[in-house]
Nanobody, 126 residues
Framework: QVQVVESGGGSVQTGDSLKLSCVIS????????MSWFRQAPGKEREFVAA????????MYRDSVKGRFNISRDSSKNTVYLQMNSLKPEDTAVYYC???????????????????WGQGTQVTVSS
């Protein structure tokens, strides 16, 4: 059974940076895709970024392109989300989870994922 633990959140100012980490315990397959999602109060959980476990290919939601970078370290079973130039609208609880397959539009759907962690809070003040 796969479990994930997210960390690295905090309270920052507009323009600051944070690096989130997601440590995965359990079996990870080459076909796995690791993703970050976020959920702000009163809003649906939304896709942020994804990376393939095997080849390191990635995809992002439009609003974070050029500011966020997702990466993975297979030796540490860890996925990272480097967040730069943070904005108040980035405020949310950030979660990581796993799915399988290729990076497609379907990758952005939370229902395709498993192994959800408890999340880590990111708060960006103006």
């Amino acid at each position: 059974q796969v479990q994930v633990v997210e960390s690295g959140g905090g309270s920052v100012q507009t323009g600051d940076s944070l690096k989130l980490s997601c440590v995965i315990s359990g079996r990870i397959f080459p076909t796995n895709v690791m993703s970050w999602f976020r959920q702000a109060p009163g809003k649906e959980r939304e896709f942020v970024a994804a990376v393939t476990w095997s080849g390191g290919n990635s995809m992002y939601r439009d609003s974070v392109k050029g500011r966020f970078n997702i990466s993975r370290d297979s030796s540490k079973n860890t996925v990272y989300l480097q967040m730069n130039s943070l904005k108040p609208e980035d405020t949310a609880v950030y979660y990581c989870a796993l799915t399988t397959g290729r990076l497609t539009i379907a990758t952005m759907a939370p229902r395709a994922y498993y192994g959800w962690g408890q999340g880590t809070q990111v708060t960006v003040s103006s």
